[in-house]
């Protein structure tokens, strides 16, 4: 998908990665985040990332292990809730394509709903999906390739 000149492009970024940007400031999530926070592109989100956000960090073996207080994850939820283009999903009934696990079609769902132009997912479950002809203009991309992206 061409975009017009000033037009952003719009993304939706897969809850691991979300997550895995609270964990720690180093690394491609928090990169892919802070690209965001600088304006390089829309984030697009639904109701259903957020829900899940908030259930992921609930996890108690998450928060031990990786000292995700309850905290942190809020704030970027509230951070969340601006500067971002909330969509309605595509009902999942109406995917043309959906991933081995049931629990991802959220993701598509609102890649679609919200014509992204990019899913930023490090599941490989969604990965494995990149290049299917039936995702039409959507990139399913890791972290590392998004940023690359982002640099041309």
């Known amino acids: 998908m061409i975009k017009k000149k000033g037009e952003k492009l719009k993304v939706v970024i897969d809850t691991n990665i979300l997550i895995s940007s609270t964990i720690t400031s180093k690394g491609k999530p928090n990169q892919v985040i802070k690209a965001w ?38 704030v970027l939820a509230e951070n969340l809730k601006i500067g971002v283009e909330k969509i309605v999903p595509l009902s999942e009934q109406r995917l043309s394509i959906s991933s081995r696990d049931a629990k991802d079609n959220i993701l598509l769902a609102c890649s679609f ?40």
């Open 37 to 74: 926070e600088k304006g390089l592109f829309l984030l697009v989100i639904s109701d259903q990332i957020l829900e899940e956000l908030r259930d992921v960090a609930k996890r108690e073996r998450l928060r031990n292990k990786y000292r995700l207080f309850p905290e942190r994850i809020h």
């Open 113 to 152: 709903g919200g014509e992204a132009d990019y899913l930023v997912t490090g599941d490989r479950d969604l990965l494995d999906l990149s290049g299917n002809p039936k995702l039409g203009s959507l990139k399913i991309v890791s972290p590392k390739e998004f940023l690359e992206t982002l640099k041309h």
